[in-house]
């Protein structure tokens, strides 16, 4: 299996269109950075939604005519609000539920870290390349990217010991934020696509 790119709603993405345009590999988006990257020419393989609030689950992160258009797969979880669900179906959106073994459907973070499971569970990747993952910043308590940074962690070390794989297995090319210990290796998109 090839590289795949998991795009984040974190700022740095914005900063990165022309890369992942050149990106040779899978992209997966999550919900909120979709519409943005759509706009700017790139087509997500898959786009991840799995929160519950009802502010984060809005069709207006999703271009119906673009998904129509494209063999997109929407990925959703035991948390997606049904009102989305409706709203995929009533607009022939293709979506396929999410479960992951061993963990409780409301023990999901948040939809980035969602994506990364699904990717290293069901798309077997040879890496992970992360934008847009900052995990600091006053959109949100400090809380809130405390727990999604202790579940990355966490799952990324049981991936690592059960897997015997390295941890540059994951590719940090976000920008910043406190997410990404030491142990993960950074890179930037540029330098990703250049290999």
């Known amino acids: 299996m090839e590289n795949v790119l998991v795009i984040g709603?974190?700022?740095s993405h914005r900063e990165h269109y022309d890369e992942m345009k050149n990106f040779k590999g899978?992209?997966?988006?999550?919900?909120?950075?979709?519409?943005?990257?759509m706009n700017h020419g790139i087509i997500p393989?898959?786009?991840?939604?799995?929160?519950?609030?009802?502010?984060?689950?809005?069709?207006?992160?999703?271009?119906i005519e673009e998904t129509h258009k494209h063999p997109i797969e929407i990925i959703t979880s035991e948390q997606t609000r049904h009102?989305?669900?409706?709203?995929?179906?009533?607009?022939?959106i293709k979506h396929t539920k999410y479960a992951p073994r061993g963990f409780e459907p409301y023990r999901i973070p948040n939809v980035g870290t969602m994506a990364i499971h699904w990717v290293h569970n069901k798309l077997k990747p040879d890496h992970i390349i992360l934008i847009g993952f900052e995990n600091e910043g006053s959109e949100y308590p400090q809380r809130?990217?405390?727990?999604?940074?202790?579940?990355?962690?966490?799952?990324?070390?049981?991936?690592?010991?059960?897997?015997?794989?390295?941890?540059?297995?994951?590719v940090n090319c976000s920008e910043g934020g406190t997410l990404y210990s030491k142990r993960v290796r950074k890179a930037t998109l540029g330098e990703i696509n250049a290999v």
């Open 83 to 92: 009102d989305l669900l409706q709203a995929f179906q009533k607009n022939r």
């Open 26 to 37: 899978i992209i997966v988006s999550t919900d909120r950075a979709t519409k943005e990257i």
């Open 144 to 170: 809130n990217f405390d727990v999604w940074g202790t579940c990355f962690f966490g799952w990324v070390k049981e991936w690592t010991d059960r897997e015997n794989k390295p941890w540059d297995y994951i």
């Open 9 to 11: 709603g974190g700022p």
């Open 45 to 63: 393989n898959y786009i991840c939604t799995v929160e519950a609030a009802k502010e984060l689950s809005q069709m207006d992160f999703f271009i």
